[in-house]
């Protein structure tokens, strides 16, 4: 899942549509090794948001994004083609958007990191402010949030 929140330096990114709400999506963590020598030398995000037409307004470039990562479909892997990356994305895709519809996920879509966007946030595993991270136990939160 992840969401949007307004860039400190952009009021008007605030208001644009798809902004302070909850999306669900895949994420790339990762070199991104789509084809053979043009991998990136560092490690990346790469957020692609489930939404319908209409959902948003623009792009999210420049923009902050919480984003939480809640399961693992694959790992990165190199395709011949761009039309075998676009396959593999639409079933990644299909298969996030059933998942992400489960009830185990649905306490996390409640969390104040997600929901609070105008809450600064910092995460204890390592970062800074522009860019910061915490690591979890997935079964652990679950487990809290469900109070077992």
């Known amino acids: 899942s992840s969401s949007t929140s307004d860039d400190d330096d952009d009021d008007d990114d605030c208001c644009k549509q798809g902004r302070n709400v909850i999306h669900k999506a895949v994420v790339n963590v990762g070199y991104s090794p789509t084809f053979d020598g043009e991998e990136n030398k560092e490690k990346i ?15 999210f470039y420049g923009e902050t994004m919480r984003l939480s990562l809640s399961g693992f ?3 990165e892997m190199k395709f011949n083609s761009f039309p075998e990356l676009i396959e593999a994305i639409n079933n990644d895709v299909a298969n996030a958007k059933d998942a992400l519809d489960l009830s185990i996920f649905e306490s996390l879509r409640a969390d104040s990191f997600l929901v609070d966007c105008n809450q600064d946030w910092m995460g204890s595993s390592g970062g800074d402010r522009n860019a910061s991270y915490e690591f979890m136990n997935f079964k652990e939160t679950i487990s809290e949030f469900y109070g077992q």
């Not at 790469?46 to 792009?59: P, R, S, W, Y």
């Open 45 to 59: 995000v790469e957020a692609h948001l489930i939404v319908n037409d209409g959902d948003i307004d623009g792009d």
């Open 73 to 75: 479909l694959r790992p």
